[in-house]
């Protein structure tokens, strides 16, 4: 896609939240000044990370990133005289499909039809402080031209490159994990696996070259909705519409019916005897829970909200990513379940596709972005970022590393803690 329509920037625009605890975010306050006191003020970072931008005295004139990290664009003036603008291009000769992508948090900018023939766009700011978030869906180098009053006033380059991720399997379509027996993980495929058709299967993170062993190949469609419970795994059949149990031990599985007539499930995690889920409930989305203990077992539905995401159980805790941005909590020990949402909590370009609790961590992938945030400061670490059109989903964490996936491109990643 070689133009940035509009109404794509607005509407991004209202997917970021803005971070009213930045020290460094302080707006200089208007002044009445004459024209020729028009002095741009730079800040080393802004709402969004560090500065691109950067002072005709700065030694640093090309800024290179290793992916996609939050970048700001920011200056302020005191002069209400001064006209602040910056025309972003890509100059990578070999780029296709190039796209800029700006978001922000207000609507202070007039903004220019995308040229085409050059791969730039120029935003003027109406007010007197210019910040704005950069992504670039495309990789290379990026000029960034800074004015005032319609005048060049310096120029940077920013050089983006991907991630060097370490492939740790690769040509299996795998999309989620669950901890299985002993040092074995099933894995489960929501894209076509052999011959067409789904299937389940077990790896052994210490091995995996040996790929993908043990497969259930599926007569039909199986949800990426299942867990496993030492050898055995619960899985959300959707042709079926119920919830099945099978055992990859055996030879030649079969599959038994745990509960019938379910709606839909979306995601499964267990916890001792006890299998929770996010389902549909009505159209709307639930966490619900399942004693797989007893006979005859039935869904009972603990908490409703329309913005439920991904979850994950850890130390008597249910953790939901919101489609809002936000993180919700239940204390399984008290039996009210109340729900516990902290907004603004991930600040992402997309919500989380999956999350996953360990050590006082939340793990999570959204896009091209694998980051975790400390449970206690909420202080957050991005570990990977690359471009935002990459699906990375499901995170399995051990020790010393974390593995996830893209399905489409058939491959787990790993990276070392």
């Not at 950067?54 to 920011?74: H, M, P």
């Not at 941005?325 to 729900?339: K, N, S």
């Amino acid at each position: 896609m070689k133009v940035i329509r509009l109404f794509f920037i607005l509407f991004f625009a209202m997917l970021v939240a803005c971070d009213d605890d930045n020290d460094e975010m302080e707006i200089i306050p208007v002044n009445d000044v004459a024209c020729e006191e028009d002095g741009v003020t730079f800040l080393a970072t802004g709402q969004h990370g560090e500065n691109i931008l950067r002072d005709a005295n700065s030694e640093i004139d090309t800024l290179k990133v290793n992916g996609f990290t939050n970048l700001s664009l920011q200056a302020s003036t005191s002069a209400s005289c001064t006209d602040l603008k910056i025309t972003v291009t890509n100059i990578t000769a070999d780029c296709e499909n190039c796209m800029i992508l700006f978001l922000f948090e207000d609507s202070n900018w007039e903004i220019s039809d995308y040229n085409a023939a050059n791969k730039s766009q120029t935003f003027t700011s109406t007010g007197m402080e210019m910040d704005m978030q950069f992504f670039g869906i495309s990789g290379g180098t990026y000029q960034i031209d800074y004015f005032v009053n319609d005048s060049i006033s310096h120029t940077n380059y920013l050089q983006s490159s991907e991630d060097n991720l370490e492939v740790f399997l690769q040509n299996e379509p795998v999309s989620s994990f669950s901890e299985g027996n002993s040092a074995l993980y099933v894995v489960s495929v929501s894209i076509s696996g052999p011959d067409g058709e789904y299937y389940y299967g077990i790896m052994d993170v210490d091995n995996p070259d040996a790929g993908v062993t043990n497969k259930f190949i599926g007569g039909s469609e199986i949800t990426t909705a299942f867990a496993a419970k030492d050898d055995e795994i619960y899985y959300y059949d959707s042709d079926a519409s119920a919830i099945r149990k099978l055992n990859l031990t055996s030879v030649e599985p079969e599959p038994t019916d745990v509960i019938n007539n379910v709606e839909a499930i979306w995601e499964m995690r267990i916890d001792g005897d006890i299998l929770y889920m996010r389902l549909e409930n009505g159209g709307s989305f639930s966490v619900g829970r399942v004693d797989l203990s007893i006979e005859n077992p039935v869904i009972d539905i603990i908490a409703t909200n329309d913005n439920f995401n991904a979850i994950d159980v850890e130390n008597n805790t249910i953790f939901i990513s919101m489609l809002s941005g936000g993180l919700a909590t239940i204390d399984l020990t008290d039996e009210t379940y109340a729900v516990v949402i902290k907004d603004d909590y991930f600040q992402d370009f997309l919500p989380p596709t999956s999350i996953k609790v360990s050590d006082n961590y939340v793990y999570y992938t959204s896009g091209g972005i694998v980051a975790r945030i400390d449970l206690v400061s909420s202080e957050k670490e991005v570990l990977v970022q690359t471009n935002p059109n990459d699906n990375f989903t499901d995170i399995h964490v051990e020790e010393d590393f974390i593995i996830f996936t893209n399905p489409f491109e058939e491959t787990i990643y790993k990276y070392d803690l």
